[in-house]
């Protein structure tokens, strides 16, 4: 084997161990062991439980800080700030409990296993750049729809919290602890950003700021109602607990028109789901039972434009399908 080729092998060792690390850390954050279990372990031994507590809290302690030493030195040396903030501004929307520099040290280093071991098989470098975007679209792929879901969980719970708090308001309760009510009894996610109002205004940040901040991390039409109404109920009094239960009517509207609309736009949804999976579902098919047949389409000059113009099709086709089945309220 020739130096070069065995510099490509220690290379791809060397960032194998790198993404193993920080998978590793990843798995030590997620707490496999439900609360009741967590609460029996006191009664037996207590000593030893507390022994491996404190065991898993350095481990876990030790990797985060090799994962973040290590993605804190790339953001700097290639002047990535910017898109760290941005990153990490989209994962705490998603409630994906990582940081902006361990999610691009994740990125770039599954990124440039990708890579080389596309070169590694395929032996051309150029053409294995192609690989390179894959990581980061899956990366955004992932982070949006989680971002998606939890809006949308948020948006099914608000008119429950605005009953409490308009319950709250009438048993005697201020906002702030209307809205503290809300942080304890309603389920998450929607807890946890009332949460963050109430901690932020006993720091001494403004009601005002701390709804903006809210509203930033939650862009919803029906929440940016809801802090409007607040903010001018405060400059110009009213009855907040009626007005909250307005809202809450008009909220409950919305999500039930919305489920309808879903419904009625299932089958078109699903019409470009398969319309767009077909062509990838025949192409591997193909791959795998006739290899010959489409290695025309990566080799003949004539058979690359043709995918280049499929694949423009198919991205446009599905863009004018999300188009149409897109109802905007």
């Known amino acids: 084997m020739t130096n070069g080729g065995e510099s490509m092998i220690w290379l791809i060792l060397a960032i194998i161990f790198i993404d193993v690390v920080f998978a590793v850390f990843a798995l030590s954050r997620i707490n496999t062991k439900s609360k009741p279990i967590a609460r029996l372990e006191k009664f037996f031994d207590w000593e030893e439980h507390k022994k491996e507590r404190l065991e898993r809290r350095f481990t876990r302690a030790g990797f985060q800080n090799i994962t973040r030493s290590i993605g804190g030195f790339i953001v700097r040396m290639f002047l990535l700030e910017r898109l760290r903030k941005r990153i990490e501004k989209d994962l705490e929307r998603a409630d994906i409990p990582v940081r902006g520099e361990e999610m691009l040290l994740f990125i770039l280093s599954s990124t440039a296993i990708l890579y080389f071991l596309t070169v590694f098989f395929t032996k051309r470098i150029i053409m294995s750049l192609l690989i390179v975007p894959a990581i980061f679209i899956i990366a955004r792929i992932v982070v949006s729809a989680k971002i998606k879901k939890r809006l949308e969980t948020v948006n099914e719970q608000l008119g429950d919290a605005l009953d409490m708090m308009a319950s709250s308001l009438r048993a005697g309760y201020s906002f702030n602890q209307a809205m503290g009510t809300v942080s304890r009894e309603m389920p998450k996610p929607i807890n946890m950003e009332f949460k963050q109002v109430v901690k932020e205004t006993s720091y001494g940040v403004s009601m005002d700021e701390a709804l903006d901040k809210m509203l930033e991390r939650v862009r919803l039409d029906d929440l940016e109602l809801v802090v409007t109404a607040v903010k001018i109920q405060r400059q110009i009094g009213g009855n907040l607990a009626e007005i909250l239960d307005n ?51 990566f080799t003949d000059s004539f058979g690359q434009k043709l995918l280049v113009i499929g694949i423009i099709g198919q991205l446009l086709g599905f863009f004018f399908i999300k188009r149409i089945i897109e109802i905007k309220f």
């Not at 098919?285 to 290899?291: E, G, L, Q, R, T």
């Open 247 to 297: 809202i809450s009517g008009t909220i409950r509207q919305r999500v039930q028109l919305k489920g309808e609309v879903r419904a009625l736009t299932a089958q078109g949804r699903l019409s470009g789901v398969i319309a767009s999976a077909a062509p990838i579902v025949l192409a591997v098919f193909m791959a795998i039972n006739s290899p010959d047949h489409i290695k025309l389409l």
